[in-house]
């Protein structure tokens, strides 16, 4: 299925009827679209299942439509509240994954236009609450790649600038390396309706409001994350894959970084970091191609330490005490510890 989770098909999806299937969130991690790392984080799959769980539960009493279908738990499929142990499997309505057309150098979404039903669209939907240092919409904008205007901007924000009302972006979901979209590229691929994109636009605002809301009551401020949909059998949008974790997720707490960042700062001050930067900049298709440098692992300290963040976030957003890890507060001021001193 994927770097960090694999997936069981129970019963394969046609055009006019969803199949069955089941995410097995694995302990596995990745930054930088490399794949697979080197290491696995304890207990980190069971964790974004718990909390995937819970959010998919919210949404749906609030009357948007999900794939999700259950958490399972010794092969029966359950709501969260009825769940005895934590558990990394998800049973979930199957669309068809269909893939743009590759010619080499360009992809073709002109098939999109004609599915009736039942397909994942091809886009990640990402929203956008601040602008923080690195953000790679900060790089867009000062490089010129797009202008203030295209994405609601009067003018190229300082940096951990927190915005006024939400950005929504797009990226490529399907392709070898995604790619950011303006919004009329991402329209013009989708598949959608205007008014289907429109209705997409307004439930990933719902969605953000929603994980702003559950966030802040622990404290952490939401900067941004990303969602996917997919259109039902009947053609109604849904959201899937999933959602409010904390690969999915930007969170910091006072500037503190509590979500997969934290990874991806260790990773940045290694050279294969540098190497993959620069083979990006040579060959945007063939990049893995050329790097010379294998990750390294996770330093000890590092991994349980990021270990007990996902576990103790699972902990604190389901209300319930699936693991026996440190309070979140605690967490969060080993992490701010951890990371000052590493970057001094």
Not at 56 to 70: D, N
Not at 280 to 298: F, M, T
Not at 315 to 342: A, H, M, S, W, Y
């Amino acid at each position: 299925m994927g770097s960090v989770k694999d997936l069981k098909i129970i019963r394969t999806p046609s055009e006019d009827s969803p199949g069955i299937g089941r995410f097995v969130f694995s302990d596995r991690y990745s930054v930088f679209d490399w794949g697979e790392m080197p290491d696995l984080i304890p207990d980190k799959g069971k964790a974004i299942c718990l909390v995937t769980c819970h959010f998919f539960e919210v949404v749906e009493r609030l009357g948007i439509k999900t794939h999700y279908i259950g958490i399972v738990e010794d092969e029966r499929v359950k709501k969260l509240c009825e769940l005895t142990e934590p558990t990394n499997v998800m049973e979930f309505k199957m669309v068809r994954v269909i893939k743009p057309k590759f010619d080499g150098i360009n992809y073709d979404y002109s098939p999109f236009k004609y599915l009736k039903s039942n397909f994942l669209i091809p886009l990640e939907v990402i929203y956008r609450n601040s602008i923080p240092e690195g953000s790679s919409l900060l790089k867009r904008l000062r490089s010129g790649e797009i202008a203030p205007e295209d994405v609601g901007l009067k003018g190229i924000p300082e940096p951990n600038t927190r915005l006024e009302r939400p950005i929504l972006d797009f990226s490529t979901k399907l392709e070898i390396t995604d790619r950011y979209l303006k919004e009329d590229e991402a329209y013009n691929i989708s598949g959608l309706s205007e008014g289907e994109f429109m209705e997409l636009k307004r439930v990933a605002l719902r969605l953000n409001e929603l994980i702003s809301e559950k966030a802040g009551t622990l404290g952490l401020y939401n900067e941004d994350g990303k969602f996917e949909f997919g259109l039902d059998e009947n053609r109604n949008l849904m959201l899937v894959d999933a959602i409010g974790a904390l690969d999915e997720c930007r969170f910091t707490y006072e500037g503190i970084p509590f979500s997969k960042e934290v990874l991806r700062i260790y990773y940045r001050s290694t050279r294969w970091y540098s190497e993959i930067e620069n083979a990006k900049k040579e060959d945007r298709q063939n990049w893995k191609k050329l790097v010379g440098e294998n990750p390294p692992p996770l330093p000890p300290e590092w991994k349980q330490l990021i270990s007990d963040m996902y576990k103790s976030y699972a902990n604190e957003i389901t209300g319930r005490r699936f693991f026996d890890t440190k309070p979140i507060n605690e967490v969060l001021v080993e992490l701010k510890n951890l990371i000052q001193f590493f970057k001094n």
